[in-house]
């Protein structure tokens, strides 16, 4: 069973930066999209960042939600089987538990257990 695993969130200062980590256990070549989604107390878990394989040049394409253009970057690394989320000037209002997912060609999904980001004002 594949697994996905999430690390770099905190708690930071409006404005601040933070970089997540997702580490998946089999190649990321396998997933036909990566993604970070995030949840926030009360709310429905929603999408913030997709990236998709690539093919041959692992590049990728990429989507953002509204809310975090020009502040956020989803990167992978297919050596290393990562995918990052890079947040600058973070808000209040990202704070959320941000999961890391991968879709399968399959259009199976797999889930990471979540990081936690707080942003004080």
């Known amino acids: 069973q594949v697994q996905l695993v999430e690390s770099g969130g905190g708690l930071v200062q409006a404005g601040g930066s933070l970089r997540l980590s997702c580490a998946a256990s089999?190649?990321?070549?396998?997933?036909?999209?990566m993604a970070w989604y995030r949840q926030a107390p009360g709310k429905q878990r929603e999408l913030v960042a997709q990236?998709?394989?690539?093919?041959?040049?692992?590049?990728?394409?990429?989507n953002y939600a509204d809310s975090v253009k020009g502040r956020f970057t989803i990167s992978r690394d297919n050596a290393k089987n990562a995918v990052y989320l890079q947040m600058n000037s973070l808000k209040p209002e990202d704070t959320a538990v941000y999961y890391c997912?991968?879709?399968?060609?399959?259009?199976?999904w797999g889930w990471g257990q979540g990081t936690q980001v707080t942003v004080s004002s």
């Open positions: 990236i998709t394989s690539g093919g041959g040049s692992g590049g990728g394409r990429v």
């Open positions: 997912a991968g879709v399968f060609y399959s259009g199976t």
């Open positions: 089999v190649s990321i070549f396998n997933f036909n999209v």
